[in-house]
């Protein structure tokens, strides 16, 4: 099981590997994630978060739907809304997104790059690790004041219904 620092960690290999950012969403409960880490860049942030873009944006869809990865290139024939082409406009060119459910929780979890698409080798060790933190952070309680400093200064942004700061 994954401590704070190891998550961290892990989030740190992430940003290595999908340097044009992530969103990860663990434990989603109705619509809600436990934990929602996110390094997309901020303007793509604002633009998805105002305009309300989760419940339409192809790539949740998918991954509410079914459990393993797809490539967001299969899921243009299902972005009637345009999104995918607004992601790309803030450098969201490649990407591709995994969704795990172990019974109890699903977590869903998308990445992207700017230069080509991800290897299936990079796929798995990605989805490797979302598995690895989705298990290690069922029933965790929230993160320490230290651990949501530390992810700020690496500009992850983080959310988890819990204490605030």
Partial sequence: MLGEQQIGEKLADLQDLAPA????????????????????????????????LVLRDPT?????????????????????????????EHGLVEGFTCAIEDGESRSIASFSRTDQSFSDEEKSAICD?????????????????????????????YSHPGPAN
């Fill in 21 to 52: 950012g992530f969103a990860i969403a663990l434990h989603i409960q109705f619509t809600t994630p436990t934990y929602l880490f996110q390094t997309y860049p901020k303007a793509w942030i604002e633009v998805y978060s105002s305009r309300g």
């Fill in 60 to 88: 949740v869809i998918w991954g509410f739907d079914n459990l393993g990865v797809i490539d967001w290139r299969e899921l243009a024939k299902d972005d009637s809304e345009g999104i995918m082409a607004l992601a790309r």
């Fill in 129 to 157: 690790i979302v598995n690895e933190m989705h298990v290690s952070t069922t029933g965790l309680s929230p993160l320490s004041a230290e651990t949501r400093n530390r992810l700020r200064r690496m500009s992850i942004q």
